[in-house]
């Protein structure tokens, strides 16, 4: 199977092409390195031309009001192209939850970007994914200092991005499914205690101070990111995941 992976090229997009080699298929890896501008349109009729399916993991590189520029432009254009190339499939990765938060500026763009994909002329599949282990880092540093990291108690069920990558691949190399997959971690955990195995986990001597104003995720007051009981779950647990990627 020949397959185009938009977005080839980063943390989750080379993964899927080296796995999609490794099953025996065809996949090429489009990004703005290769030549692919999905703003502009430059380079995406000749990077989806004669593919059975494309797999979208293009990320916007603001996440505030701009990012729903970013989703509405880049998948016109792709839709476009790939019904111009008789796509027999197209595949978007999203998050899990992502239409119960329109107060986040890049989960109301994501929830744009589903339904262009689900008005548009091709078979497609969204796979939804809860929060990457890899990223925790990152959310903590939005609201740390030399002493201490301050998190709100917001409910997550993250999960590894190799477990994402198993999911998107087995999808895209499926039958179109017409509707969405949600993938979740096995664990449903508090952010504020995530952090806290973290940092054990890191050997840093910063605290955790639960503080429900703290971060992006402050916004989130319920189990909107946990996934409901039709998804699909990962098998990695973050605590064995953080004992082998300290």
Not at 83 to 100: E, F, M, W
Not at 141 to 158: E, G
């Amino acid at each position: 199977m020949k397959l185009t992976v938009i977005g080839g090229t980063g943390r989750i997009g080379s993964q899927v092409v080296a796995k999609l080699k490794a099953a025996g298929h065809d996949p090429v890896a489009a990004a703005p390195s290769t030549g692919v501008d999905l703003i502009t349109g430059t380079g995406i009729d000749q990077a989806v031309a004669g593919v059975d399916v494309v797999v979208n993991l293009a990320n916007s590189p603001t996440f505030d009001e701009s990012s729903l520029d970013f989703f509405r432009t880049s998948m016109n254009n792709l839709v476009a192209a790939g019904d111009r190339a008789g796509v027999k499939h197209q595949v978007v990765l999203s998050i899990v939850g992502v239409d119960r938060v329109p107060q986040l500026d890049y989960y109301r763009a994501k929830t744009l970007q589903e339904e262009l994909l689900r008005q548009g002329p091709t078979p497609y599949s969204i796979v939804r994914a809860t929060q990457f282990f890899e990223f925790m880092d990152s959310v903590m540093s939005w609201s740390a200092d030399d002493t201490t990291v301050r998190l709100p108690a917001t409910r997550l069920q993250p999960m590894a991005a190799a477990d994402v990558v198993d999911a998107v691949v087995g999808v895209a190399v499926g039958a179109p499914l017409q509707g969405i997959r949600n993938i979740a971690g096995p664990d449903v955990l508090p952010l504020d205690e995530i952090g806290r195995m973290t940092l054990i986990a890191r050997h840093d001597d910063r605290i955790v101070v639960t503080d429900e104003t703290a971060g992006m995720f402050a916004a989130i007051t319920g189990d909107e990111l946990v996934a409901g009981p039709d998804a699909h779950l990962a098998p990695t647990h973050y605590r064995d995941w953080l004992g082998t990627n300290r």
